[in-house]
């Protein structure tokens, strides 16, 4: 009898324990049958290359990592004036956990629009604006710029450097800064000059003024704009060129020295995965090589193998958090230091950054 | 082997029913749009054109799109109609826009209930004021108006730029292109609570009737009228080509300036470098859809914000290319000036030579 029931019970709590584990794994796998929706907001169409291209590589990178757990929709080509609070309202309704929107522009429909989603998460780029429910992310874009200045101050036989430029805000001087510092910590000759076009997208301002950088004895170009337009002139006129945003090698083969691409991949991976798991909370990312958010694009063959060296190095200890591009003595153009010896510059002085560094040529725009 | 043969009498009612019509070759061509890239038609029907009006908040979101496209759009059709080709409505929003910034920021911390009506006044001055220069450029130099008031616009845009860069810059915005955020008093207030429709819709209605009232109506808009469906007739009438040309050109010029009020104090509630997503030329293309008539330009305005929204919605819900948009516009067009074309002349076929 004892036996019995000892058999019986035991009988039981297998088939209890049996349904715990099943109940258990059932819930466990639940949420994954459910795929998590992720929107995205792209301020122009994705097009082959630029900021666009690489947040939608980002996108597909994500998807790709994470697989069936999730589902992603975007709306490219979204205006920055009204029509954006509708496109991400839109998004949030139906149903998207987290949405990711993409330009300056869209900072405040964002806010607005978190603010009546309690229960969305957003993340908005190159902003300010944070929330209980939305952060904010960027890249340190002048990571890559430093390394492109080493490459131009090693290579410019005229010591002349062309940059063609959107607008004075600090991301863009940060940029402009970081590549004439670059340039002059292996050439001190070299020189900066810049022309700045007022537009995000021109690609026949921005040619015109990479041609006329280049009459002006320039022999390496780069660009803070969004077309492939400099890097094309500089293949015309046979001089160098450094991509911006994403490898443009195929738009210049012998041109393109490299380029300073924007690798969103991983962190998109990163947040939605924390959004999957539950964890995700609003932050402020600001990340650089050492987040993989900054990679250069394959080396130019006429890249020496010294300089390449150099780059590696230095890659390696940006990746390693050793090195900063604006490490002290930081002097503007009037020779007044902005950084003592020995410090680094903060953060907040990289975002209110409003004048040029030593081996830039010409006056910033007045206010 | 055919030609095309000028009818004798164009009828009057094709004339009124050919919007219409290019609305339904529209449709028709866009089951073949959408069956070509491999979407089931009615679902891409439904989402394109039913989905931007399935709930009020849609409806809202509808009229708010609408409501620049139709103010721009009246305005415009009085200079149209008298062969007043005025281009720059885009210069004369963003400046409507700048001036009405302007009283809002001179007011930021007023709560007075006056700095509305003021900025909607400046709103409309800014505008004229823009288009008073290709008007004065015509009347006194006899420069082409759509030459003129084209390059405005690149000239309106820069000042924007300059303003939002420059001394508009938000202290607290990090250097951002953009104005501080306006005082609740600078802001349109809502027409229904919980959407961004707001009072510039009415304003818009308003200005719809005025327009009709004025184009339909009055001595000055009948004057008008003559002058552009015949220059010589007006002049031998001996109604003055001067004050055809400086009418048609403020008036276009303030209904913009009026939009450009009702975005920075609307959905927007600021100025920023990006505030018009080309609603100036938009107008132009709902100005003709709308045959140059009020009404008319009240419904295809309401189409023209659908064929956006819509796109909107293709994209999200069936992953179609932000162009799809462009592609319905350009096929709404083509079919409107299709069947104009065969409204006005038949096609015969020609005797072989």
Known sequence: MMHCRALIRMGCACAAAFAASWISGAIAQAPAQTPVKVGFVYVSPISDAGWTFQHDQGRKQMEQALGSKVQS???????????????????????NTI????????????????????????????????????????????????????????????????????????????GINAFARGARSVNPKAEVRVIWVNSWYDPGKEREAALTLISQGADIVTHHTDSTAVVQAAEEKGKYAFGYHSDMSKYGPKAHLTATTHQWGDFYTRQVQEVIAGTWKPMSTWGGYKEGM?????????????????????????????FHPFTGPVKDQSGKERVPAGKVISDDELGKMDYYVEGVAGNLPKK | MFKLEARPQASLAMRYASPAIAVVLMLIAGVVVFSALGRNPIEGFQVFFLNPMRDLNAVTELLLKATPLMLIAVGLAVGFRA????????????????????????????????VLPTMVVAGAIGGALWAALPALLKTRFNANEILTSLMLVYIAQLAVSWLVFGPWRDPAGF???????????????????????????????????????????????FKMRVAGESEAAARYAGYSAVTTIWIGLLAGGAAAGLAGMAEVAGPVGQLTDKISSG????????????????????????????????????????????????VFQGMLLFFLLGSDVFIQYRLRRSARQ
Not at chain 1, 73 to 95: F, M, P, T, W
Not at chain 1, 112 to 130: L, S
Not at chain 1, 297 to 317: C, I
Not at chain 2, 203 to 217: D, K, S
């Open chain 1, 99 to 174: 949405i990711f929107t993409t330009s300056f522009g869209y900072m405040n429909p964002t806010e607005k629009v978190a603010k009546q989603f309690p229960k969305n998460d957003f993340m908005h780029a190159t902003g300010y604006k944070m929330g209980p429910n939305m952060g904010n992310y960027n890249a340190r874009f002048y990571e890559g710029r430093y390394l492109t200045g080493v490459i131009a101050g090693k290579m410019t036989k005229s010591n002349i450097l062309g940059y063609v430029a959107a607008f004075p805000i600090p991301e863009v001087l940060q």
């Open chain 1, 73 to 95: 929709k975007y709306v490219e080509n979204v205006a920055e004036g009204a029509d954006a609070e509708r496109v991400i309202r839109e998004l949030a309704q139906s149903g």
């Open chain 2, 83 to 114: 062969n007043v080709w005025n281009i720059g409505a885009e210069g004369q929003f963003l400046m409507g826009a700048v001036a009405a910034t302007a009283v809002a920021l001179a007011f930021q911390s007023s709560e007075s209930a006056l």
């Open chain 2, 175 to 221: 250097n951002f292109p953009q104005t501080e955020m306006f005082s609740d008093a600078a802001l349109l207030p809502m027409l229904i609570e919980g959407t961004r429709l707001n009072y510039a819709f009415i304003l818009a209605l308003g200005v719809l009737a005025a327009g009709y009232v004025f184009m339909e109506r009055s001595y000055t808009g």
């Open chain 1, 294 to 322: 900054i990679k250069l694009a394959p080396l130019n063959p006429a890249v020496p193998a010294d300089v390449k060296e150099t780059v590696v190095k230095l890659e390696g200890e940006l990746k390693a958090g050793k």
């Open chain 2, 279 to 326: 609603y100036g030329f938009a107008a132009i293309i709902v100005a003709f859809v709308g045959r140059l008539n009020p009404i008319g330009i009240f419904f295809a305005s309401l189409l023209m914000a659908l064929l956006y929204i819509g796109g909107e919605q293709a994209q999200q819900y069936l992953s179609l290319p932000a162009s799809i948009s462009k």
